[in-house]
């Protein structure tokens, strides 16, 4: 039958059925499930919509190599900060991607932990989703240095200088935050695949196909007793990897925490930052999942029962951060420090173009997911892509702020300054989505961008002997 | 222009010199000259444009391009062969009093407009990199001011005329003396009726005596002078008061209260170093008990119109119109019962000050100083004559003596005088020595008109400046630090001036020019020098008239930078009997009306702070160094009030990147009087007086060079084609509308308030002494208020103290004493090597100043009650922000408590910066240092790093004098003494207002200050522990107008 | 050529087409008494390794260490080389300051725990392996696709072509069964018989 209709139906089922079955891709089996996902992958069946975006993603990839090289070139100086405003585009944008690459590894270690069924349709997506967010962060921190061909300083390594990183510096936690983040990200992506592949190894027809992803499958070959072990280190990975991701945003919002600028030097940032990221990773993950679902007609797998569930998480993370805000704001009011306060008034009612900003900031991480409080609009795409999109930008708008706003308005009035981004700051932000595009794209096309033995273990008959007995 | 088709040039020319040898290669130089490829290659040593990065930089990347133009003096600099002839001696025996590595120090001295400033040079292996001041002369006392401090910058400028040229093609000088002599040998059968020779003020006693020479060989010759910076109403003063021509001198040591009529005695005006010294060694005010200096502190007046440094640091300050002042004073002069025939003028609003001001006069006869300021009319310098004499301050406070400058004195009509003979065709050889009056004189002299009719026109100067492109031979002049001279201080004490480096590109001095016009025959600049002074010590030394007795003068003179017995005694004089009949307003030399509660707005003239006349234009450091009360740089501007500014609907525009930091595209107002006008920027400057509109000069250079100005890219606007030799100082009625232009004006700092927080601490003598402890005392609130504030709860780790063996390395900074001339940026910048960025990234918030002043005005914007300096170094903090945040150990704490940078570590995050409390911290946002240039290269102070692109730099205290103090201290085996480590900004500081030293000897001149209950931390609440503390400022307000 | 290959092959596997089939032809299996066996499954199947007489697997003590060293390493290289290897003032801290090592430490920990988690698993599932008998079973492709596979190998003692043959054949719902030969490459002539093979006996 026709995939729309095989929607319809679907969803009606689901909207019936009840508890964690509403999960469960209906009408399907063993077979049709690796048949359809694994299709998408080996099937010859790329449609023109897909080299279109990865035209355009190309094209933004080459300008952000482009700018790099321009940076390179002639320094720093090409953005638009200054001496009281030292970090500022760059900085953002690294604290923002970093932000998004967090729902991947939550989606997948913690709701693993949680036993949450629907986690399956889109962990897949989430973990490459950080994978690629955070190569997008990773390159920041390299492109703001003034000297960025010493990066590798920043790495405890034995050398003539006989000297080591200064530890006490958050910029060195970050180093190892975001490294390790990245590689657990990296294997725990790579070993929920390994079935996959194997799937991939034995379907594939051609010879090319049969080695890579047999090379990738190394030779895993379902074993029940591998399966065992495989369950277990999974499961540990998971349980690793849910202090870390809520470890890696605490580091990053110490590079702001442990300084003495005002608007900076807050105990709350920890938490608060991670709950940002939370937002931010969602929002990414729902802008992605649903073109994505009727790109690839895999509704009955995304299925808006799954939309709605992120919807509702969406709701709450908005919620932690925005509790961020107003505690700050009040924290600030009630200790009465002069030069807070001041950095906080001018947040607010602030200088030249900060409080637009802010309350541009605030309408979308707060009012706009007030919306999804109403079901209705939960489960409507269109609302909810939106919902998610501005609240993507409020995410990058209230890094911008938290960063420039303290440092433009510190302690000396004699050294206050603004910043103003220069077409530099807009193009070396603008550049690093076309990376995270292009890379995404890729990831659609050659990796199954669902777990293939995760739904299979989801379907009615899985485990048939239980329900027997 | 890329360097390829320079070396082709090159290559060229040197093919032309092979083949040459032994003093031929000179004589070849001379006839190349003239060759094709040698104009070409000038031409092109010049270029309009080239191919920079279009962000800003094109300025630097012009500099890049000037190393080629040094190449070029004497082309022995362009082959990279050995050269071709001649015997290389090897440096086998060097000259015994070079070591190297170590820095000689030679006395000279800086000839400016009113007197000479004695200094003493550094040099490394016989380059100069750094003056400093010469404490043994009167005029210095060891201190600088920016333009000393700069001068340095100027020697080594790319910029500087590097030939003589005739008609823009380059000559050899052989040619040009040639013409000059047939020239002045046609002239000489009429006693040279048709010379004309235009100088400016002669300080030298040698160039004196080498006029009277040249007037002897040429009887009927004329010498004329001109200045930009005009004295006439002052020099007519002395000649209706004394009769004669007179130069005036003021104790400030000796006076208990000054009234400051318009003369910004610490500021602009000539010998005001001394000033400064003398003024401040009556506060420093250190404990709150009735010790001398604190029995008499010293109490200032001051009238003016715009913020300048001496208004900034009275305890009364009145802002008025320029026009007004007189009112003022005649006000003032009536209530002390000095005869003001005419009007008794009228204090109209100010009545009570006017009266409180007269009584404190009164009531310290004897110990009062009145000065009046250069921009006032005639009636004023009467009456500040009179007003000294009435109160019996001649002889205790003033002193009268002659004036320094030799030679027709520097009055308007001189200039007038000679356009005249120009224009009526009487002058067929004129010869400009040192003068700009095409870009400088008053508007109403048309002097360029005139001057295009003079057959023969010569000009010697340093640069190919506006004059220069109108003569037909433009002859390279060497700088002060190039050639033999001498020049008097503002008291008459000579000092001689000694070459510290062949002339780079071969130039001459006056004196050696004007000797060659007397005799027509070349004379070396040391051989004139000494004659003159030969005679002079003949009639004064009274043992035997020996060589070698003469050589041992010669020496000691050489050596202490003054010839001992040379300042000119103190002349006894009254006022004529009939002055006050000068007093009729008529007699007063502006035509300004001032009748009380007229609105019309007046426009008045002022040197600029930085580039002075605009002798200096083409400084990079100077025009970088942010004036002291607009902090603006690389730009003129209308300053006006607040108020004025509200009234012609002007407001601050949108920001550029830096923001208050940076910059503001300021609306451009049009000056308009009769049917001269100019467009300029405005600028609100809180405490400018109302209805006044103040323009620097100095700016708007058509040709300075490529920092201050060319006919295409011009640098600010051009004030003095507003001036006419009637009004020379200010106009009354000037016609000012607001216009849709904008123009960007970059600043260092446009935010004057302290919203709030204890920055500066400052209290009137009377608190200081209820409340001794008033500057720390926020400190002991806070910590009441808020305990987490208290340092106790601040140390969450247990403290890490150094070693107690090593020295404590401290600075402390006095605000009651500092009068924010920005001598110590300059300084610091020429001892660090630190770099220029340009007007665009100033304007972006990149200046890379290691010290800046921070200025704030206390009250409102409107209504300001205090103006505040505050100079910021580096605090060296004990518990640095910026150390524990960096990740690559590039900033770490020295033993010694220096919050060292390392340069080769830092990769530049930023990190330190954002983190610093103080914003003390610069960063190489792009290659700002110039590494090709050769002529700046050889300025570079070889002690201190030049730091490459990204990398953080910020004061050091001058760590490298703490060096090699430590090194001579261990050569000798004994501690650092006291005072022995002195840094750049501390040894250039006019007022003293800098100690540093070793905290932990409580000996130490830090550490006593620091035991003063004045002493503050900045920020202390923060925690950080500065080493470096300041001293609150204490002023001394009459208690009669306080609160009034 | 080894005479012995087509004699003795790797074992003999059974295909099902539900994992109910799959269980109950295990723990036959089990009561049979056959051990050196192994069941096969698109997907994880709890309780199958239990059925199959796997115990607790020493993974989580290996991550437990992992972890431990982890972090003391991490510790320990900040320590040494901020307060022994080369000490300076840094601000003022002293030079262990050990909150401020804190993060690193942790990361590490995590680090290391995690590699040695998926590390371990892969050394004890002794992957990777390319090549495995099993892969000479064309049906064996859809083991990972749609079809479960129980295997009883050559090396149980109780292992014995024809009886263990019969055995499978007898166990209920079952598809077929195969032989897995250990290795598919051999002379025409055994290639003819291998032809023959794999001998399949409908129930």
Redesign the interface.
């Known amino acids: 039958m026709s995939p729309a209709a095989s929607i319809k139906t679907a969803e009606v089922r689901q909207s019936e059925t009840s508890g964690e079955l509403r999960y469960v891709p209906v009408g399907h089996t063993f077979a049709s499930v690796t048949e359809k996902i694994a299709e998408l992958v080996l099937g010859r069946a790329t449609r023109q919509a897909w080299f279109v975006v990865l035209a355009a993603g190309t094209v933004l990839l080459l300008m952000f190599s482009a700018v790099i090289v321009y940076l390179l070139a002639k320094g720093t100086g090409i953005w638009g900060i200054n001496v009281p405003v030292g970090w500022c585009f760059a900085i953002t944008s690294f604290v923002w991607w970093i932000g998004i690459g967090h729902a991947g590894t939550l989606i997948s270690a913690i709701l693993v932990l949680l036993h949450q069924k629907w986690r399956t349709s889109i962990n897949r997506i989430a973990e490459a989703m950080t994978i690629f967010a955070v190569m997008c962060a990773g390159t920041f921190p390299l492109l703001h240095l003034g000297r960025p061909w010493f990066f590798f300083w920043l790495l405890p390594y034995p050398n003539t200088m006989k000297l080591w990183p200064q530890f006490r510096s958050a910029l060195v936690w970050d180093v190892f935050a975001v490294s390790t983040y990245f590689s657990v990200s990296l294997m725990f992506w790579y070993m929920g695949m390994i079935p996959d592949f194997a799937t991939l190894r034995d379907r594939a027809v051609q010879r090319r196909w049969q080695v890579v992803y047999g090379m990738l499958a190394m030779g895993w070959r379902n074993s029940a007793r591998h399966w065992h072990r495989y369950q277990m280190a999974y499961l540990l990975l998971a349980g690793l990897a849910t202090p870390l991701v809520i470890s890696v945003h605490s580091v990053v919002s110490s590079d702001f925490a442990i300084s003495l600028e005002p608007g900076w030097h807050e105990t709350v940032f920890p938490p608060y930052f991670v709950a940002g990221a939370l937002l931010s990773g969602f929002a990414m993950v729902i802008a992605l999942a649903i073109p994505m679902r009727h790109y690839y007609g895999i509704e009955d797998f995304i299925s808006v029962s799954h939309l709605e569930v992120m919807a509702k998480i969406l709701l709450a993370t908005s919620f932690f951060t925005s509790y961020g805000y107003f505690s700050e704001q009040f924290i600030t009011w009630i200790s009465g420090e002069t030069y807070d306060k001041y950095v906080y008034l001018n947040i607010l009612i602030g200088f030249r173009q900060y409080a637009a900003v802010t309350w541009i900031t605030l309408c979308c991480v707060f009012i706009a997911p007030q919306l999804l409080w109403i079901k209705r609009f939960r489960r409507n795409e269109k609302v909810l892509f939106v919902v998610s999109v501005l609240v993507l930008a409020g995410m990058w708008m209230e890094r911008y702020l938290l960063i420039t706003t303290s440092l433009s308005r510190d302690f000396l009035p004699s050294s206050w300054g603004i910043f103003q981004p220069t077409v530099w700051d807009i193009l070396t932000y603008v550049g690093s989505l076309g990376l995270f595009i292009v890379t995404f794209l890729l990831f659609c096309r050659f990796l199954p961008m669902i777990s293939m033995c995760e739904m299979r273990g989801l379907l009615p008959g899985a485990r048939g002997h239980e329900e027997g007995r | 222009m890329s360097r390829k088709d320079l070396a082709t040039d090159l290559a060229e020319l040197e093919q032309a010199l092979q083949g040459t040898s032994g003093r031929q290669y000179w004589r070849s130089l001379d006839e190349l000259a003239g060759t094709a490829a040698f104009q070409k290659l000038m031409r092109r040593e010049f270029p309009q444009q080239a191919d920079v ?1 279009p ?1 800003s930089l094109s300025r630097r990347h012009f500099l890049t391009l000037m190393g080629a133009s040094l190449a070029l003096a004497g082309l022995s600099g362009c082959s990279v062969k050995p050269a071709p002839m001649g015997k290389i001696v090897p440096y086998v025996q060097p000259p015994r009093e070079i070591v190297a590595g170590e820095p000689l120090f030679f006395a000279t001295a800086q000839p400016l407009p009113g007197g000479a400033v004695g200094l003493l040079v550094e040099s490394h292996m016989g380059r100069p990199t750094k003056i400093e001041g010469n404490p043994d002369h009167p005029a210095s006392g060891g201190a600088t001011s920016i333009y000393h401090q700069a001068s340095i910058l100027t020697l080594y400028d790319p910029d500087r005329s590097q030939t003589v040229t005739y008609q823009g093609r380059t000559r050899a000088w052989t040619e040009a003396l040639a013409t000059l002599r047939t020239g002045l040998e046609k002239e000489r059968d009429n006693g040279g009726a048709a010379v004309r020779i235009l100088s400016e003020p002669i300080l030298s006693p040698s160039l004196a005596r080498q006029r009277e020479r040249l007037l002897k060989s040429l009887p009927k010759a004329k010498w004329h002078v001109y200045e930009p910076l005009l004295q006439d109403a002052r020099l007519e003063a002395m000649r209706l008061a004394f009769g004669q021509n007179l130069d005036c001198h003021y104790a400030f040591n000796k006076a208990d209260v000054v009234l400051s009529l318009d003369a910004d005695f610490l500021g602009s005006e000539p010998g005001n170093l001394r000033w400064i010294a003398d003024f401040m060694s009556r506060r420093r005010i250190r404990t709150p008990a009735s010790d001398s200096t604190q029995a008499s502190m010293n109490r200032l007046y001051c009238i003016e119109t715009e913020v300048t440094c001496t208004g900034a640091k009275a305890d009364h300050r009145l802002a008025v119109r320029v026009q007004d002042i007189e009112g003022l004073a005649r006000a003032i002069a009536s209530k002390l019962g000095v005869s003001t025939a005419g009007s008794s003028g009228s204090a109209g609003p100010h009545e009570k000050w006017v009266a409180a001001v007269a009584k404190d006069l009164e009531a310290h006869r004897g110990r009062v100083l009145v000065l009046a300021g250069n921009r006032q009319p005639v009636a004023v310098h009467l009456l500040a004559h009179a007003i000294n004499q009435h109160l019996g301050n001649v002889g205790q406070t003033v002193f009268y003596s002659r004036p320094v400058t030799e030679g027709p004195s520097p009055r308007i009509e001189s200039l007038r005088e000679l356009a005249d003979d120009m224009r009526q065709d009487r002058v067929r050889l004129l010869i400009v020595l040192d003068a700009n009056p095409v870009y400088s004189a008053p508007a109403d002299i048309k002097f360029m008109d005139a001057l295009e009719r003079v057959p023969l026109r010569v000009h010697l100067g340093l640069y190919q400046d506006e004059t220069a492109r109108r003569c037909h031979w433009h002859l390279n002049e060497a700088h002060f630090l190039e050639t033999w001279g001498d020049a008097r201080a503002f008291d008459g004490t000579a000092t001689l001036m000694q070459p510290l480096i062949e002339p780079l590109y071969r130039g001459r001095s006056a004196i050696e020019l004007v000797a060659f016009l007397a005799t027509l025959q070349e004379t070396p600049g040391e051989e004139l020098v000494r004659s003159r002074w030969r005679d002079h010590w003949n009639q004064q030394t009274r043992g035997p008239k020996t060589d070698d007795a003469f050589d041992a003068f010669w020496k000691t003179s050489l050596h202490d930078g003054v010839v001992a017995g040379t300042g000119f005694p103190i002349r006894n004089v009254a006022l004529e009997n009939d002055w006050q009949r000068h007093l009729e307003p008529q007699a007063s030399a502006s035509g300004a009306s001032s009748r009380p509660g007229d609105e019309s707005f007046e426009l008045a003239f002022a040197p600029d702070p930085t580039v002075f006349d605009g002798s200096f234009a083409n400084n990079g450091w100077l025009q970088e160094c942010p004036k002291p009360s607009t902090t603006l740089t690389w730009d003129n501007a209308a300053l006006m009030s607040p108020d004025t500014a509200r009234q012609l609907g002007v407001e601050l525009g949108e ?8 910059g503001f595209k300021m609306p451009v107002v049009e000056l308009k009087v009769e049917d001269r006008s100019v467009l300029a920027p405005a600028w609100i400057v809180p405490g400018h007086a109302d209805h006044s509109i103040t323009v620097h000069f100095g700016y708007g250079r058509e040709s300075a060079g490529r920092v201050g100005g060319q006919r295409d890219q011009k640098v600010g606007f051009n004030a003095y084609a507003m001036r006419t030799s009637s009004q020379p100082w200010f106009v009354p009625n000037v016609r000012v509308t607001k216009t849709d232009r904008t123009h960007l004006l970059a600043c260092t ?1 446009q ?1 004057n ?5 204890d ?1 500066v601490r400052s209290a009137s003598l009377e608190k200081f002494r209820q409340k001794p402890d008033f500057a720390s005392e926020p400190e002991k609130q806070k910590e009441i208020d ?1 305990t987490r504030r208290a340092p106790a709860p601040l140390e969450f ?4 103290e ?1 070693p107690a063996s090593t020295p404590k390395w401290g600075m402390v900074i006095d605000l009651t004493t500092c009068v924010g001339c920005k001598a110590c940026v300059v300084a610091c910048q020429a001892e660090n090597n630190i770099p220029v960025v340009g007007k665009q ?1 100033v304007a ?3 200046e890379m100043h290691w010290i ?1 002043v ?3 005005v206390g009250g409102t914007a409107e209504a300001p009650a205090e103006f505040h300096f ?1 100079p ?1 170094p580096c605090m060296h ?13 590039a900033t ?4 010694e408590g220096l919050n060292d940078m390392v340069y080769n ?7 330190c ?3 610093c ?3 003390v ?7 700002y240092a110039d590494f090709e240039t050769g002529s700046l290269r050889l300025q570079y102070n070889p002690d201190v790093t030049v730091r490459s ?4 730099e910020k004061c050091s205290y001058c760590v490298q004098r703490i060096r090699h103090a430590q090194i001579d201290a261990d050569r000798e085996e004994r501690p650092i003494a006291d005072g022995e480590v002195v840094t750049a900004c501390q040894a250039a500081c006019p007022a003293g207002a800098i100690a540093f030293g070793d905290l932990s000897n409580s000996a130490s001149e830090a550490a006593k200050w620091r035991s003063s209950p004045l002493n503050y931390a ?2 202390e609440e ?1 925690g ?2 500065p080493r470096t503390t300041y001293l609150a400022a204490v002023r001394n307000p009459n208690p009669e107008l306080e609160g009034g | 050529m080894k005479p012995e290959s087509n004699t003795k092959p790797f074992g003999l596997m059974a295909e099902f087409e539900t994992v109910d089939a799959l269980f109950a032809a295990t723990r036959r299996a089990r009561l049979a008494g056959y051990r050196q066996m192994d069941a096969y499954t698109p997907y994880a199947v709890e309780g199958l390794a239990e059925e199959l007489g796997e115990r607790k697997t020493r993974i989580p003590m290996v991550v437990l260490i992992g972890g431990l060293v982890g972090a003391g390493a991490g510790f320990l290289m900040q320590y040494w080389s901020m307060a022994v290897d080369y000490p300076f003032n840094a601000g003022g801290r002293p030079l262990n300051s050990w909150p401020a090592y804190v993060p690193i430490a942790f990361e590490m920990m995590i680090l290391v725990a995690s590699f040695s988690a998926f590390l371990s698993m892969l050394f004890l599932n002794d992957l990777p392996r390319p090549h495995h008998p099993l892969f000479n079973v064309p049906q064996f492709a859809r083991a990972s696709q749609d079809r479960f596979f129980l295997c009883i190998e050559a090396t149980d003692p109780l292992f014995d072509a024809e009886r263990t043959l019969d055995f499978l054949s007898a166990s209920e719902s079952h598809i077929g069964v195969v032989e897995v030969p250990i290795e598919l490459e051999t002379a025409p002539k055994e290639a003819e018989a291998s032809e023959q093979q794999p001998v399949t006996v409908m129930s």
């Open positions: 990065w962000d920001y550029a990147h830096g923001g208050e930091h940076g700092q935010h308030l302290m919203e709030n927080r920055l808020e780790y247990p403290p890490l150094p990234q972006a918030g990149r800046r921070d200025r704030y505050q910021v903090c004990e518990r640095a922000p910026c150390e524990y945040v960096c990740p690559v150990e770490v704490h020295s033993a570590r830092c990769v530049g995050t930023r990190f910066s954002n983190n409390s103080y914003k911290r610069r960063f190489n946002f792009f290659h692109r990204g990398v953080m900045l920020l923060l950080t522990r």
